[in-house]
């Protein structure tokens, strides 16, 4: 069964420090999704992505925050300048045109030190 | 804005008791609802959705939810739960239009341990 992957599955950094979480969404959708989960709270939505543009994003996502789809597969979160507060586990999702549901990652945990 | 309610933080229950587990959510319009379900060192997976028809919705592993809209509810329940069923267990809800970004909106979550 098709898979979302993400790489790696846990990063450290220091603090400043720009980190790019990456994602394979499932090969046939096309919406993207980024949330994150810090630990011990709810998980919340970031951003959502579709034909090549933001299409939603939170109050979370802000301008240290970009996301970009570089090439037909791979689906990026940059995160320019981490702070002790970014560090979260980071789940990509996706899912068809057709359908509600999302298909998540295993997420990516980011140590921000 | 769409908001998720989960009433129960940390459940314990034995091998072949019955589990239900509260979720409300807030939302004005249509949405669409789901539970997932995080198993330790796993990603989350898809219990079950309702999107319409029938409001008792069958998931996997045996879990089934209701969904009962004069009291904006969505609870989970097995009628006998495994230790394998150890786990968190999400409600959320999106938004039930086409188009836009559909986000998810999740609740804070239920842990589950199942004791022997």
């Known amino acids: 069964e098709p898979e979302v992957t993400q790489t790696p599955s846990h990063q450290v950094t220091q603090m400043g420090q720009e980190v790019i979480l990456r994602c394979v969404p499932i090969?046939?959708?096309?919406?993207f999704y980024w949330y994150r989960q810090i630990l011990g709270q709810k998980v919340e939505f970031l951003v959502s992505?579709?034909?090549?543009?933001?299409?939603?994003k939170s109050e979370i996502f802000d301008d240290q925050f970009s996301v970009e789809r570089p090439d037909g597969s791979n689906f990026t979160l940059k995160i320019r300048s981490t702070k002790l507060e970014d560090s979260a586990m980071y789940f990509c999702?996706?899912?068809?045109?057709?359908?509600?549901?999302?298909?998540f990652g295993p997420g990516t945990r980011l140590t921000v030190t | 804005a769409q908001s998720v309610s989960q009433h129960n933080h940390h459940v314990i229950l034995s091998e072949a008791a019955s589990l239900e587990l509260g979720c409300n959510y807030s939302?004005?319009?249509?949405?669409?609802l789901f539970w997932y379900v995080q198993y330790p060192g796993q990603h989350l997976q898809l219990l079950l959705k309702?999107?319409?028809?029938?409001?008792l919705v069958k998931g996997i592993k045996g879990f089934e939810a209701e969904f009962i809209k004069s009291k904006f509810s969505f609870n989970l329940r097995k009628p006998s739960v495994q230790w394998s069923d150890t786990a968190e267990y999400f409600c959320?809800?999106?938004?039930?239009?086409?188009?836009?970004?559909?986000?998810?909106?999740f609740g804070t979550g239920t842990q589950l341990k199942v004791e022997l």
């Open positions: 999702a996706s899912r068809v045109g057709s359908s509600y549901e999302q298909y």
């Open positions: 090969s046939n959708h096309l919406y």
């Open positions: 992505f579709y034909n090549n543009e933001i299409s939603e």
């Open positions: 939302y004005g319009g249509t949405v669409n």
């Open positions: 959320a809800v999106n938004a039930g239009v086409t188009g836009g970004g559909n986000k998810l909106t």
């Open positions: 309702y999107f319409s028809g029938d409001p």
